[in-house]
């Protein structure tokens, strides 16, 4: 039989929610990263949903709908850099 007759396999079908899942949880990390890089530049002109948004790539209205204040996108990101936990960088901002 011909290579262009040949049938071609189909890749199993994933449940809908499972979909919705695994997208989410690439949105929620991507988020995570980007609010933890703003966090760590001090000459940024400060954490809005736009600008994270514009960053991930992300409808605005989705992180508004998903992170209602900025309280709440600070949160997603961790403790922040500059209290000196593990992302801090180590000796970096410990001045010895």
């Not at 449940?15 to 690439?26: F, G, K, L, N």
Request: glycine content about 12%.
């Amino acid at each position: 039989m011909p290579y262009w007759r040949q049938k071609q396999k189909q890749k199993p079908r994933r449940e809908p929610a499972e979909v919705i899942r695994e997208r989410d949880s690439r949105r929620t990390a991507a988020l995570a990263q980007c609010v933890r890089e703003l966090q760590r530049g001090n000459d940024s002109p400060g954490l809005t949903h736009s600008l994270v948004a514009e960053r991930v790539g992300v409808p605005v209205q989705y992180v508004r709908w998903k992170y209602p204040s900025v309280e709440h996108l600070l949160a997603i990101g961790g403790p922040r850099a500059e209290a000196g936990g593990p992302s801090a960088g180590g000796a970096q901002g410990s001045g010895v």
